[in-house]
């Protein structure tokens, strides 16, 4: 299985910072990540699919970039909004396997 | 719109079995592949179980394989996941989720029901 490794786990910004999530696949995964928002108590939302690919309506400050086993997800200005966990899915080789996940706070 | 809509959770005894649901509405379910993926409470997410379109082909989690499986009525609409054995460490929120294409992100998930496995 391929294992991805997400840092940092947990993440204190003040509103309006640029934020970076990286996620590390074991193995070259060929831009086949995506990235998931989840509010508490609230099922995982697609922000981004294929690296970098915003899903429509999502919010051009959030941008995913990065190839082979080094990749990762931002936030420039982050808004009160955007106070949620964010994981990484690699999706090149089953079993389709997630990164354990990032809290961003606020400051 | 897409809806996914999870029943079937509880509390179950170790060892004691479980049929979870997922009635899907909005698009046409016999197109997409489907998912079960789970969060243990305070953890991150796993993927449990897929079924392709037709049910050909289907796919396990080693953590459940051979205790847990994974079917469809697409005249109903509906996923279902029939656990058994269950252990403590399935204690978790379980999300059905739809494929964008055969084995690849999944882009629309329901809002789980959780199941606690205790005595």
């Known amino acids: 299985d391929i294992q991805m490794t997400q840092s940092p786990p947990s993440l204190s910004a003040s509103l309006g910072d640029k934020v970076t999530i990286t996620c590390q696949a074991s193995?070259?995964?060929?831009?086949?990540i995506a990235w998931y928002q989840q509010k508490p108590g609230k099922a995982p939302g697609l922000l981004i699919g294929?690296?970098?690919r915003l899903v429509s309506g999502i919010p051009s400050r959030f941008s995913g970039s990065g190839s082979g086993r080094d990749y990762s997800f931002s936030i420039s200005n982050v808004e009160s909004e955007d106070i949620a966990s964010y994981y990484c899915?690699?999706?090149?080789?089953?079993?389709?396997?997630f990164g354990g996940g990032t809290k961003l706070e606020l400051k | 719109e897409v809806q996914l809509v999870e029943s079937g959770g509880g509390l179950v005894q170790p060892g004691r079995s479980l049929k979870l649901s997922c009635l899907a509405s909005g698009f046409t379910f016999s197109n997409y592949g489907m998912n079960w993926i789970r969060q243990a409470p305070g953890k991150g997410l796993e993927w449990v179980a897929s079924?392709?379109?037709?049910?050909?082909?289907?796919y396990y989690a080693d953590t459940v394989k051979g205790r847990f499986t994974i079917s469809r009525d697409n005249a109903k609409n509906t996923l279902y996941l029939q656990m058994t054995s269950l252990r403590s460490e399935d204690t978790a929120l379980y999300y059905c989720?739809?494929?964008?294409?055969?084995?690849?992100?999944?882009?629309?998930w329901g809002q789980g029901v959780m199941v606690t496995v205790s005595s």
């Open positions: 294929y690296t970098s």
């Open positions: 079924i392709s379109s037709s049910s050909s082909y289907i």
């Open positions: 989720a739809r494929e964008v294409a055969v084995a690849t992100l999944f882009d629309y």
């Open positions: 193995q070259n995964i060929n831009k086949y």
């Open positions: 899915l690699q999706y090149d080789n089953s079993p389709r396997t």
